[in-house]
């Protein structure tokens, strides 16, 4: 079965760090793209960060870009999105979604195959 698992989620304060991981099992992630999306009450999902196959293209949404950082470690089938300088506004539910694509493309608002369930990202004092 093909499942992503997100997990690093928590409480944290403004200006503060998390960092997200999304495991993979049942399939390997080589030959995907990763994408991370986030969800806040009330609002519609939206795209922040994606990663090629290879990792060599990355791109991020302007509201993220020079405070989070997406990588991934393909022998650990993981990606990873490591947020700094937290900002309320970055509270939601982060997914991290794939989609088999050529292994230097991603584009973040496209649509990917396989999701995670979630995890909770709170930025509050």
């Known amino acids: 079965q093909l499942q992503l698992v997100e997990s690093g989620g928590g409480l944290v304060q403004p200006g503060g760090s998390l960092r997200l991981s999304c495991a993979a099992s049942g399939f390997t992630l080589d030959y995907y793209a990763i994408g991370w999306f986030r969800q806040a009450p009330g609002k519609e999902r939206e795209g922040v960060s994606c990663?090629?196959?290879?990792?060599?293209?990355?791109s991020y949404a302007d509201s993220v870009k020079g405070r989070f950082t997406i990588s991934r470690d393909n022998a650990k089938n993981t990606v990873y999105l490591l947020m700094n300088s937290l900002k309320p506004e970055d509270t939601a539910i982060y997914y991290c979604?794939?989609?088999?694509?050529?292994?230097?493309?991603?584009?973040?608002?496209?649509?990917?195959?396989?999701w995670g369930q979630g995890t909770q990202v709170t930025v509050s004092s």
């Open positions: 990663i090629s196959s290879s990792g060599g293209r990355r």
């Open positions: 979604a794939a989609v088999a694509r050529p292994s230097f493309m991603c584009v973040i608002g496209e649509s990917y195959d396989y």
